[in-house]
């Protein structure tokens, strides 16, 4: 099946910093979503992004679906950015089933 | 609102004993996922359903039943034969097609004690 590796899994930031995190997948894909997961463990949709850039306030994502990855910026960081950052993606063809990775940790401190 | 509706939050099981966990959604969503999540790890699949009376077993399925026979519900029962439940479970929901995003539930937090 498709692997979705995503990078750092752990990252630590002073508020005010900015950071990028990294999502690969090995197989073509026709969607893609990057989830924050609250300290409560809810998972929040972030974006919806299969191609192109997209902006969100502080947050902005691109994906660049021929060169399989996708990356999540967060600018300006606070510590409600601490949680977990996961992307999904569906492949193309297959049966609709969103595939996770692992996750990057992020733990912003004042 | 629309979304989708996880009960109980906590729920605790004595070992031996099947508990089934509650997942709704009035998305008018036709597919629904279940997923586990362990402490540090990402989420697998345990279930999916993407019509109703249709189900089919995802890459965690042993100890685990479903049924799907309202499009708006999809249960998960935790049975005794599930060697180690105690974990976090997420439903989510997504319109068939390519182009449509998966929507989480608040999750339920299962220990056996």
């Known amino acids: 099946g498709i692997q979705v590796e995503q990078s750092p899994p752990d990252l630590i930031l002073q508020e005010g910093a900015n950071s990028t995190l990294r999502c690969n997948f090995s197989?073509?894909?026709?969607?893609l979503q990057w989830f924050h997961q609250n300290p409560w463990g809810q998972l929040i949709n972030l974006f919806y992004?299969?191609?192109g850039t997209k902006q969100n306030g502080r947050l902005s994502a691109t994906t660049v679906a021929t060169e399989r990855y996708s990356l999540l910026y967060i600018s300006s960081s606070q510590t409600t950015d601490s949680g977990v950052y996961f992307c999904?993606?569906?492949?193309?063809?297959?049966?609709?089933?969103?595939?996770f990775g692992r996750g990057t940790s992020l733990i912003v401190h004042p | 609102d629309g979304g989708i509706t996880q009960s109980p939050k906590y729920l605790f099981r004595k070992e031996g004993q099947n508990v089934t966990l509650s997942c709704e959604q009035n998305?008018?969503?036709?597919?629904m996922y279940w997923y586990r999540q362990d402490p540090g790890q990402g989420l697998r699949l345990i279930y999916y359903?993407?019509?109703?009376?249709?189900?089919q077993k995802g890459d965690i399925a042993e100890g685990y039943s479903v049924s799907r026979e309202k499009k708006e519900s999809f249960p998960l029962t935790v049975t005794s034969a599930q060697k180690n439940p105690t974990a976090f479970y997420l439903c989510?929901?997504?319109?068939?097609?390519?182009?449509?995003?998966?929507?989480f539930g608040q999750g339920t937090r299962l220990t056996v004690v």
């Open positions: 989510a929901s997504r319109a068939t097609g390519t182009g449509t995003e998966a929507f």
């Open positions: 197989d073509s894909v026709n969607n």
């Open positions: 992004i299969p191609s």
């Open positions: 999904a993606v569906l492949l193309s063809g297959g049966s609709y089933i969103p595939t």
């Open positions: 998305l008018n969503h036709d597919a």
């Open positions: 359903s993407q019509i109703v009376n249709d189900f």
